[in-house]
């Protein structure tokens, strides 16, 4: 696991996010002091990828019901409002409203007594945090098997620890097949508009000194032409119930290369991902985000001023694109709205 560095850090009074806008230049860290503060830094990115944005949105509900306890006022109005604010942040992730729901039972069991609330709602933020890391780790133990003992894998975005509160899915199973001795080389796409894949995936694979080469993302295809990606590992944000995938736009196409290469296409995301209400990814919402991301490259305009932009944030990988789920109950294989079934029975 990446000790370099910590995505996420509770202090009791405040949450730490290690600040993703600025990685791989400036590495500091965001205090949230209260719920307010965490929903911005997950509105605006320095918190991102679906396990994080969940962990942080818990740690953003203990940190309203603490300033209400401070304050004297009602901790369930302020946890309801809370929930309201962090819920209207980002759309396509369902790990966030997992984790306010979460937060949301335990609430209800709770006593009037603030100081009490606080207490056990800060226990289980930490128990989300904790159990994420296990997932990870657990998620990466199974699909290690899955990659060669030797060659090359493609990710797309980024799924590793930044994205998590530690070791990541993706990059968790990347991580495990080379601690398992095995020679991974990562080819690592830079992932526009965001750039997750330069800045965040090279910087934590550089970190743990895992093998890897930065590619642009039109430059996948001709890897694959040339024979030289011989599997795809990628996270998700959300799974529907037939096993389509919603996940960082560009995806999709990743997905489409394996499928006409022959090449397996690997989705590791613990079980907080899938949304079992939804029944196909046509029903999973896409975020469409700001133009500036399209037109703007780190704060430079590269494009027309008035140029009319498309920025979807995610595509949706239909089921039958993708090779396995890892999971940290195991690894799901098609059919798999059959394997998710079972894996809810
Ligand atoms: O917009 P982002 O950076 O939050 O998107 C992140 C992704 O698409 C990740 O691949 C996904 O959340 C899985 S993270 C373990």
Excluded at 26 to 51: K, L, N, Q, Y
Excluded at 236 to 245: C, E, F, L, S, T
Excluded at 246 to 256: E, P
Excluded at 296 to 315: C, T
């Amino acid at each position: 696991m990446s000790d370099a560095f910590r995505t996420i850090a509770w202090e009791g009074d405040a949450l730490l996010l290690l600040d993703q806008r600025v990685l791989p230049v400036i590495e500091s860290m965001r205090r949230c002091t209260d719920s307010s503060g965490v929903a911005d830094a997950i509105r605006t990115m320095v918190v991102r990828g679906a396990p994080a944005i969940g962990v942080s949105a818990a740690f953003g509900l203990v940190l309203a019901v603490r300033s209400a306890w401070k304050k004297g006022k009602s901790w369930r109005r302020a946890f309801d409002e809370a929930a309201t604010e962090l819920s209207g942040t980002r759309p396509t992730a369902v790990n966030l409203f997992w984790a306010i729901d979460r937060m949301r039972r335990e609430a209800a069991t709770l006593p009037d007594d603030p100081g009490a609330a606080f207490a056990r709602l800060e226990e289980r933020a930490i128990a989300l945090f904790e159990e994420d890391v296990a997932a990870n780790r657990a998620m990466g133990a199974h699909g290690a098997n899955l990659l060669p003992a030797e060659g090359n894998v493609l990710t797309h975005c980024n799924a590793g620890a930044l994205a998590t509160a530690g070791y990541g899915t993706a990059l968790g199973v990347i991580r495990a097949a080379v601690a398992a001795g095995k020679r991974i080389h990562v080819y690592v796409d830079e992932t526009r508009p965001f750039l997750q894949g330069s800045r965040l995936t090279a910087w934590e694979l550089m970190k743990d000194g895992i093998p890897c080469t930065l590619i642009t993302d039109n430059m996948a295809a001709s890897l694959f032409a040339a024979g030289k990606i011989d599997a795809a590992v990628v996270g998700a944000d959300r799974i529907a119930a037939n096993g389509d995938v919603a996940n960082k736009i560009g995806t999709y196409g990743v997905a489409v290369l394996c499928k006409a290469h022959k090449v397996p296409f690997y989705v590791a995301a613990p079980v907080s991902t899938i949304d079992r209400s939804i029944a196909t990814g046509k029903r999973i919402p896409i975020e469409e985000r700001d133009p500036s991301e399209v037109t703007h490259l780190m704060g430079k305009r590269v494009a027309p001023h008035g140029v009319s932009v498309y920025n979807p944030a995610f595509d949706v990988t239909p089921a039958r694109y993708v090779s396995a789920i890892v999971t940290e109950k195991g690894v799901l294989k098609p059919p798999l709205a059959h394997a998710l079934r079972n894996l809810f029975r």
